[in-house]
């Protein structure tokens, strides 16, 4: 064996010091405190055959989000968009009549976030739930949503102990609407420049003896429409009427894009996806259930405008619980069944939308104490990606970017001035909500709620 040239040594230990550095900048998850099954506003239904756990990583936030069916059921799905990533889809095209399915998985992180989904197969198995034997693999289906990337300012993602807390945190017939779970940091309106804030949603109804439920996660690269037209969020009041309806936005289109908004290249911009689940009690066989996801699946696109582009990768699962049997009790013409879970599914889909953060008003003027904003000054750090560093001049603050990304309305060119709210509390007046909270000495709370972030120095 040669020996390595003094070049290739420093080289390779130059490469090494590096990926020893990213290593220990990167976060450890470990540290991190699942918190199951968080959210005031929640549905609550009555089907024991449904459980439904979620789980959040408030660091991030991000989250996910499990539909488990203790007694198994039968699946199938329907796939749209050019952006999808999912668990197991395949096995459920090959239509097999036997209910083998545990439970279907909602999750953030992108395709990091796949973890979640295979995790609560092992959960199952962990927990003496399933085996290894053939006829008692545990079976769990799902998809991701992307929420990384410049819509926060880490990476951190649901993983496999995430998953499996949400799983064992199940409970029958409540279900968390808005900003939880797997829509813990989701978004909608990119398209048109609105971004504005998302979450998951779901909707129930029984007609007789047959249930029907909807969820879904919305991350749509379009906007959420009303059944009269309007869109449901969207920042841009200086740009729009309050009064925005779906139809203007694609009458005027690409015109209706906010300036400066412009479509990513089709290997960059796939980051939206609608996920979504119908569940009936009512018996089918493959191909009926096939239909009523194929159904479903296309009737979104009135509640979501535009859906399934090219940047979106849209699934949607549909699912029996098979405990009504049409030969026995009287059941729904699949026909009826389709429609009705059309409309529950629009249902879920505006259920989803949280209330938006307002605009901060600014006052005119702030008493401001130098001593204080001293103690404000320092570098922040969010993560190995975004930091940001504190000054203070004339009795101002200001805020510039020092990491490799910007910090949402902050670059990193030149200092950019904050407008004092309170004496603690600061603003960049902009398009989009933009609040600084130093909340104690050495922390620093970037627009404090759903959707924190949060750094030191």
Not at 136 to 157: F, K, P, Q, T
Not at 360 to 386: C, D, I, N
Request: glycine content about 10%; some cysteine.
């Amino acid at each position: 064996m040669k020996p390595m040239s003094n070049k290739r040594f420093v080289l390779a230990a130059a490469v090494s010091a590096a990926l020893a550095s990213a290593s220990s900048q990167a976060a450890d998850q470990s540290t991190l405190t699942p918190v199951v099954n968080a959210g005031q506003q929640t549905l609550q239904f009555d089907w024991p055959a449904i459980r439904v756990g979620t789980a959040e990583y408030e660091d991030g936030p991000t989250g996910v989000t499990v539909i488990h069916f203790p007694k198994r059921a039968l699946g199938a799905v329907d796939v749209r968009g050019g952006g999808p990533g999912t668990v197991n889809t395949d096995y459920l095209r090959l239509g097999y009549d036997t209910p083998e399915l545990d439970a279907v998985v909602f999750s953030g992180g992108s395709w990091y976030g796949l973890e979640s989904i295979t995790a609560v197969g092992t959960a199952l198995k962990d927990d003496g739930v399933r085996s290894g034997d053939w006829t008692n693999l545990a079976l769990s289906v799902g998809a991701i949503i992307y929420d990384l990337g410049d819509r926060r300012l880490n990476e951190i993602y649901p993983d496999k102990r995430l998953a499996q807390a949400a799983l064992r945190a199940d409970r029958p017939g409540i279900f968390p609407l808005g900003s939880h779970g797997a829509g813990r940091f989701a978004k909608t309106g990119g398209l048109f420049g609105c971004n504005a804030f998302s979450g998951q949603g779901a909707a129930f109804r029984q007609t007789g003896e047959v249930k029907i439920a909807a969820f879904v996660v919305v991350n749509a690269l379009g906007v959420v429409t009303r059944r009269d037209g309007r869109v449901a969020a969207c920042y841009g009041d200086t740009h729009w009427s309050k009064d925005l309806r779906a139809t203007d936005l694609l009458a005027s289109y690409p015109d209706s894009r906010k300036p400066g908004t412009t479509v990513p290249a089709s290997n960059e911009g796939k980051r939206n996806t609608t996920v979504s689940l119908i569940v009936t009690n009512q018996k089918l066989n493959p191909a009926e259930l096939q239909r009523l996801a194929t159904h479903v699946h296309s009737s979104m696109s009135r509640a979501i405008t535009p859906f399934a582009t090219e940047f979106d990768g849209d699934v949607l699962y549909a699912v029996s619980t098979g405990e009504l049997d049409p030969a026995k009790s009287p059941g729904l013409p699949n026909i009826d069944l389709d429609v009705e879970g059309a409309e529950l599914m629009w249902d879920a889909i505006l259920a989803s939308v949280p209330a938006q953060p307002g605009f901060p008003h600014v006052p005119r003027e702030v008493e401001l104490s130098g001593s204080a904003l001293q103690e404000y000054t320092g570098e922040y750090t969010f993560s190995q990606f975004a930091r940001l560093r504190i000054t203070t001049e004339h009795n101002k603050l200001f805020a510039q970017a020092t990491g490799p990304r910007t910090v949402y309305g902050i670059g990193q060119s030149a200092p950019t001035e904050l407008q004092a709210l309170s004496p603690t509390d600061f603003t960049v007046v902009g398009r989009y909500p933009l609040v600084l909270h130093f909340e104690a000495p050495g922390k620093l709370v970037i627009n404090p709620g759903d959707w924190q972030q949060m750094a030191t120095k």
